[in-house]
């Protein structure tokens, strides 16, 4: 059965989390966007429950909810023009793909050997992530094909008990998905527009449609 948690977090509810984590188990949590649906980045278990919830084809890698100090570790780039982007953005709902670290496990990394990454402002995000001691996959909590949930309540109305800990906390800023850049082209194309838009992102450097 799902257990909800209610943020912000006791030290009780801390100690859960971190076990939970620890054990490869799967959770639905607010971001500053919607609804986050993930577990830990690195272990090959937690992704491959989370493409059978999602009902998604494993062609298809998750996005990896990180904190700075994950970035270095996780991608690889020599272009201003991201550091400007995140030092804009970042924390935020701004994904940037980029190109991955080769030493990281494959589950992570498309064919092309890119990672799509967000830090969020999220205080729950970030606390998971301390908790944790690692990034965690952040795809939208939702079944393919059916709207990204924005609350606790429609998380459990739409997975059920496929998830092993729902977060409940309601002081979020948009119900937009996060805006998605691709940064290996050339200009950099925007993928997605969501909570940020192509004028605001212009305003930072050449983006296409």
Known sequence: MTALIKYPF???????????????????????????????????EVADRIYIIKQRPKNKP???????????????????????????????????????????????????????????????????????????????????GFPACTSAEEVSSQLKDDVDIVIDEYNRSENLASTIVHCLTEPFKILRQGAISLKELNHICKIQK
């Open 62 to 144: 998750f996005p990896l909810l990180i904190t700075l100090k994950w970035l270095k570790k996780l991608c690889l780039w020599n272009d201003s023009r991201i550091d400007d982007l995140i030092e804009a953005f970042w924390p935020g709902p701004l994904t940037l793909i980029l190109n991955s670290n080769p030493d990281l496990p494959k589950h992570l990394k498309n064919n092309s050997g890119t990672l799509a990454v967000r830090f969020s402002s999220s205080a729950v995000v970030q606390r998971l992530i301390e908790l944790g001691e690692y990034p965690l996959i952040g795809t939208s909590a939702n079944r393919s």
């Open 10 to 44: 006791t030290n009780d509810n801390e100690s859960l989390i971190t076990d939970i984590l620890s054990e490869n188990q799967i959770l639905a949590f607010p971001t500053e966007t919607v609804y986050g649906l993930g577990g830990n980045a690195f272990s090959k």
